[in-house]
């Protein structure tokens, strides 16, 4: 069964077919009205300065997307975190703390906690309560994670992600679309990370750009072509494993991502056979009977390993599904042409 996130997604773009789609979809378009109102309000107020703007003690880089769902903004955080420290700064990352619950830490600081174990990370719906906390705890400068619509904290670099395999989200508002503001709202940004490039022919990345390029009316920006670049294999044993160990292997995956079809596009190109997926919702809640569940389905497809996101593990208190070694794949960030002026943006920061 697909997850409601990835059944909405198909209803949105168009996959589902029938009446009860095409209906659901024009209740969606009604929706979609007041819902653009109410942003399009909302940052009116905020590019006039009506509604108060809180100001950090240090600089701030925001790491934002337009749209719903996963576009890669985890790896960008990680690399982002791993360059400042190699220039001598203090950074800590700040986020709302979405998922998080009875004193957990959300999925994403879980995950930025192995990929980036010496940098802490602040999260509280106040994103400026989690500034400060940071700060006093010895943050020379912030990373704002999924900051582009937190327009209440003041931020000196504001960087966008965009997923070349859903670049708009359908071009229209949730909830008849997935993007959270309008596309105008591209002119904030400071410079435009394309995630996923491998994924897309060279034309559609021209496309894009070009689009872009449309919404910025002529602005230059700084534009970054990146892939998703798998590392290694994380196992639950704590252990790790190189990449080649899962081809010709029957694989089982699953992932409770924004965009779980990326991931098991990735499990294929890494040469394992799938011999069975599951996709959760984003932030999914791993439970006993959802472990349950996924020992049985990898048993019953044969699988040699059970594979997943980095996001998925951390939640997962097993060390194997069922006698299956449970693995996760560590994903970086590839840049296609060289990074010296996202560096000077950097470093223009103090």
């Not at 378009?29 to 905020?46: D, F, I, M, T």
């Not at 174990?117 to 500034?131: E, F, G, L, M, Q």
């Not at 990326?262 to 009977?289: I, K, S, W």
Request: aromatic share 6%; with cysteine.
């Amino acid at each position: 069964m697909l997850p409601d996130a990835e059944r909405f997604r198909r209803l949105v773009d168009g996959r589902l077919s029938g009446p009860l789609p095409a209906l659901a979809r024009a209740g969606l378009s009604l929706a979609e009205a007041p819902y653009g109102l109410a942003v399009g309000l909302r940052n009116w107020a905020y590019d006039r300065q009506i509604l108060a703007i809180d100001r950090a003690d240090v600089p701030v880089v925001s790491v934002g997307n337009l749209t719903l769902g996963g576009t890669g903004k985890t790896p960008l955080v990680a690399w982002l975190a791993r360059h400042l420290l190699t220039k001598g700064w203090q950074p800590a990352i700040v986020s709302r703390g979405y998922g998080a619950s009875h004193g957990q830490r959300s999925d994403e600081a879980a995950e930025l906690g192995r990929l980036v174990p010496t940098v802490s990370h602040h999260a509280d719906p106040r994103r400026i309560r989690a500034a400060r906390a940071a700060i006093e705890a010895g943050a020379t400068i912030l990373i704002l994670d999924d900051g582009f619509q937190h327009r209440r904290l003041d931020r000196d670099l504001d960087l966008i992600v965009i997923d070349a395999t859903d670049p708009f989200g359908c071009n229209r508002l949730f909830p008849r679309g997935l993007l959270r503001e309008p596309l105008r709202g591209l002119q904030r940004a400071d410079a435009v990370i394309l995630s996923r490039c491998d994924q897309v022919s060279a034309e559609t990345r021209q496309q894009i750009y070009q689009r872009s390029c449309q919404l910025l009316k002529g602005r230059p920006l700084p534009w970054f072509e990146t892939s998703h670049q798998p590392i290694q294999l994380r196992l639950a044993d704590g252990t790790t494993a190189e990449l080649e160990t899962l081809a010709h292997q029957p694989v089982f995956g699953f992932a409770g991502i924004g965009n779980p079809e990326a991931f098991r596009r990735t499990l294929t190109e890494l040469g394992g056979t799938v011999v069975g997926f599951t996709a959760y919702a984003d932030h999914h809640p791993y439970n006993e009977t959802d472990v349950a569940d996924l020992a049985r389905l990898a048993r019953t497809a044969g699988a040699a390993y059970a594979v997943t996101t980095l996001k998925d593990l951390v939640k997962i208190p097993q060390q194997d599904l069922g006698g299956i070694p449970l693995a996760a794949i560590e994903i970086g960030m590839a840049f296609h042409s060289e990074t010296k002026s996202l560096e000077e943006l950097l470093a223009a920061l103090g």
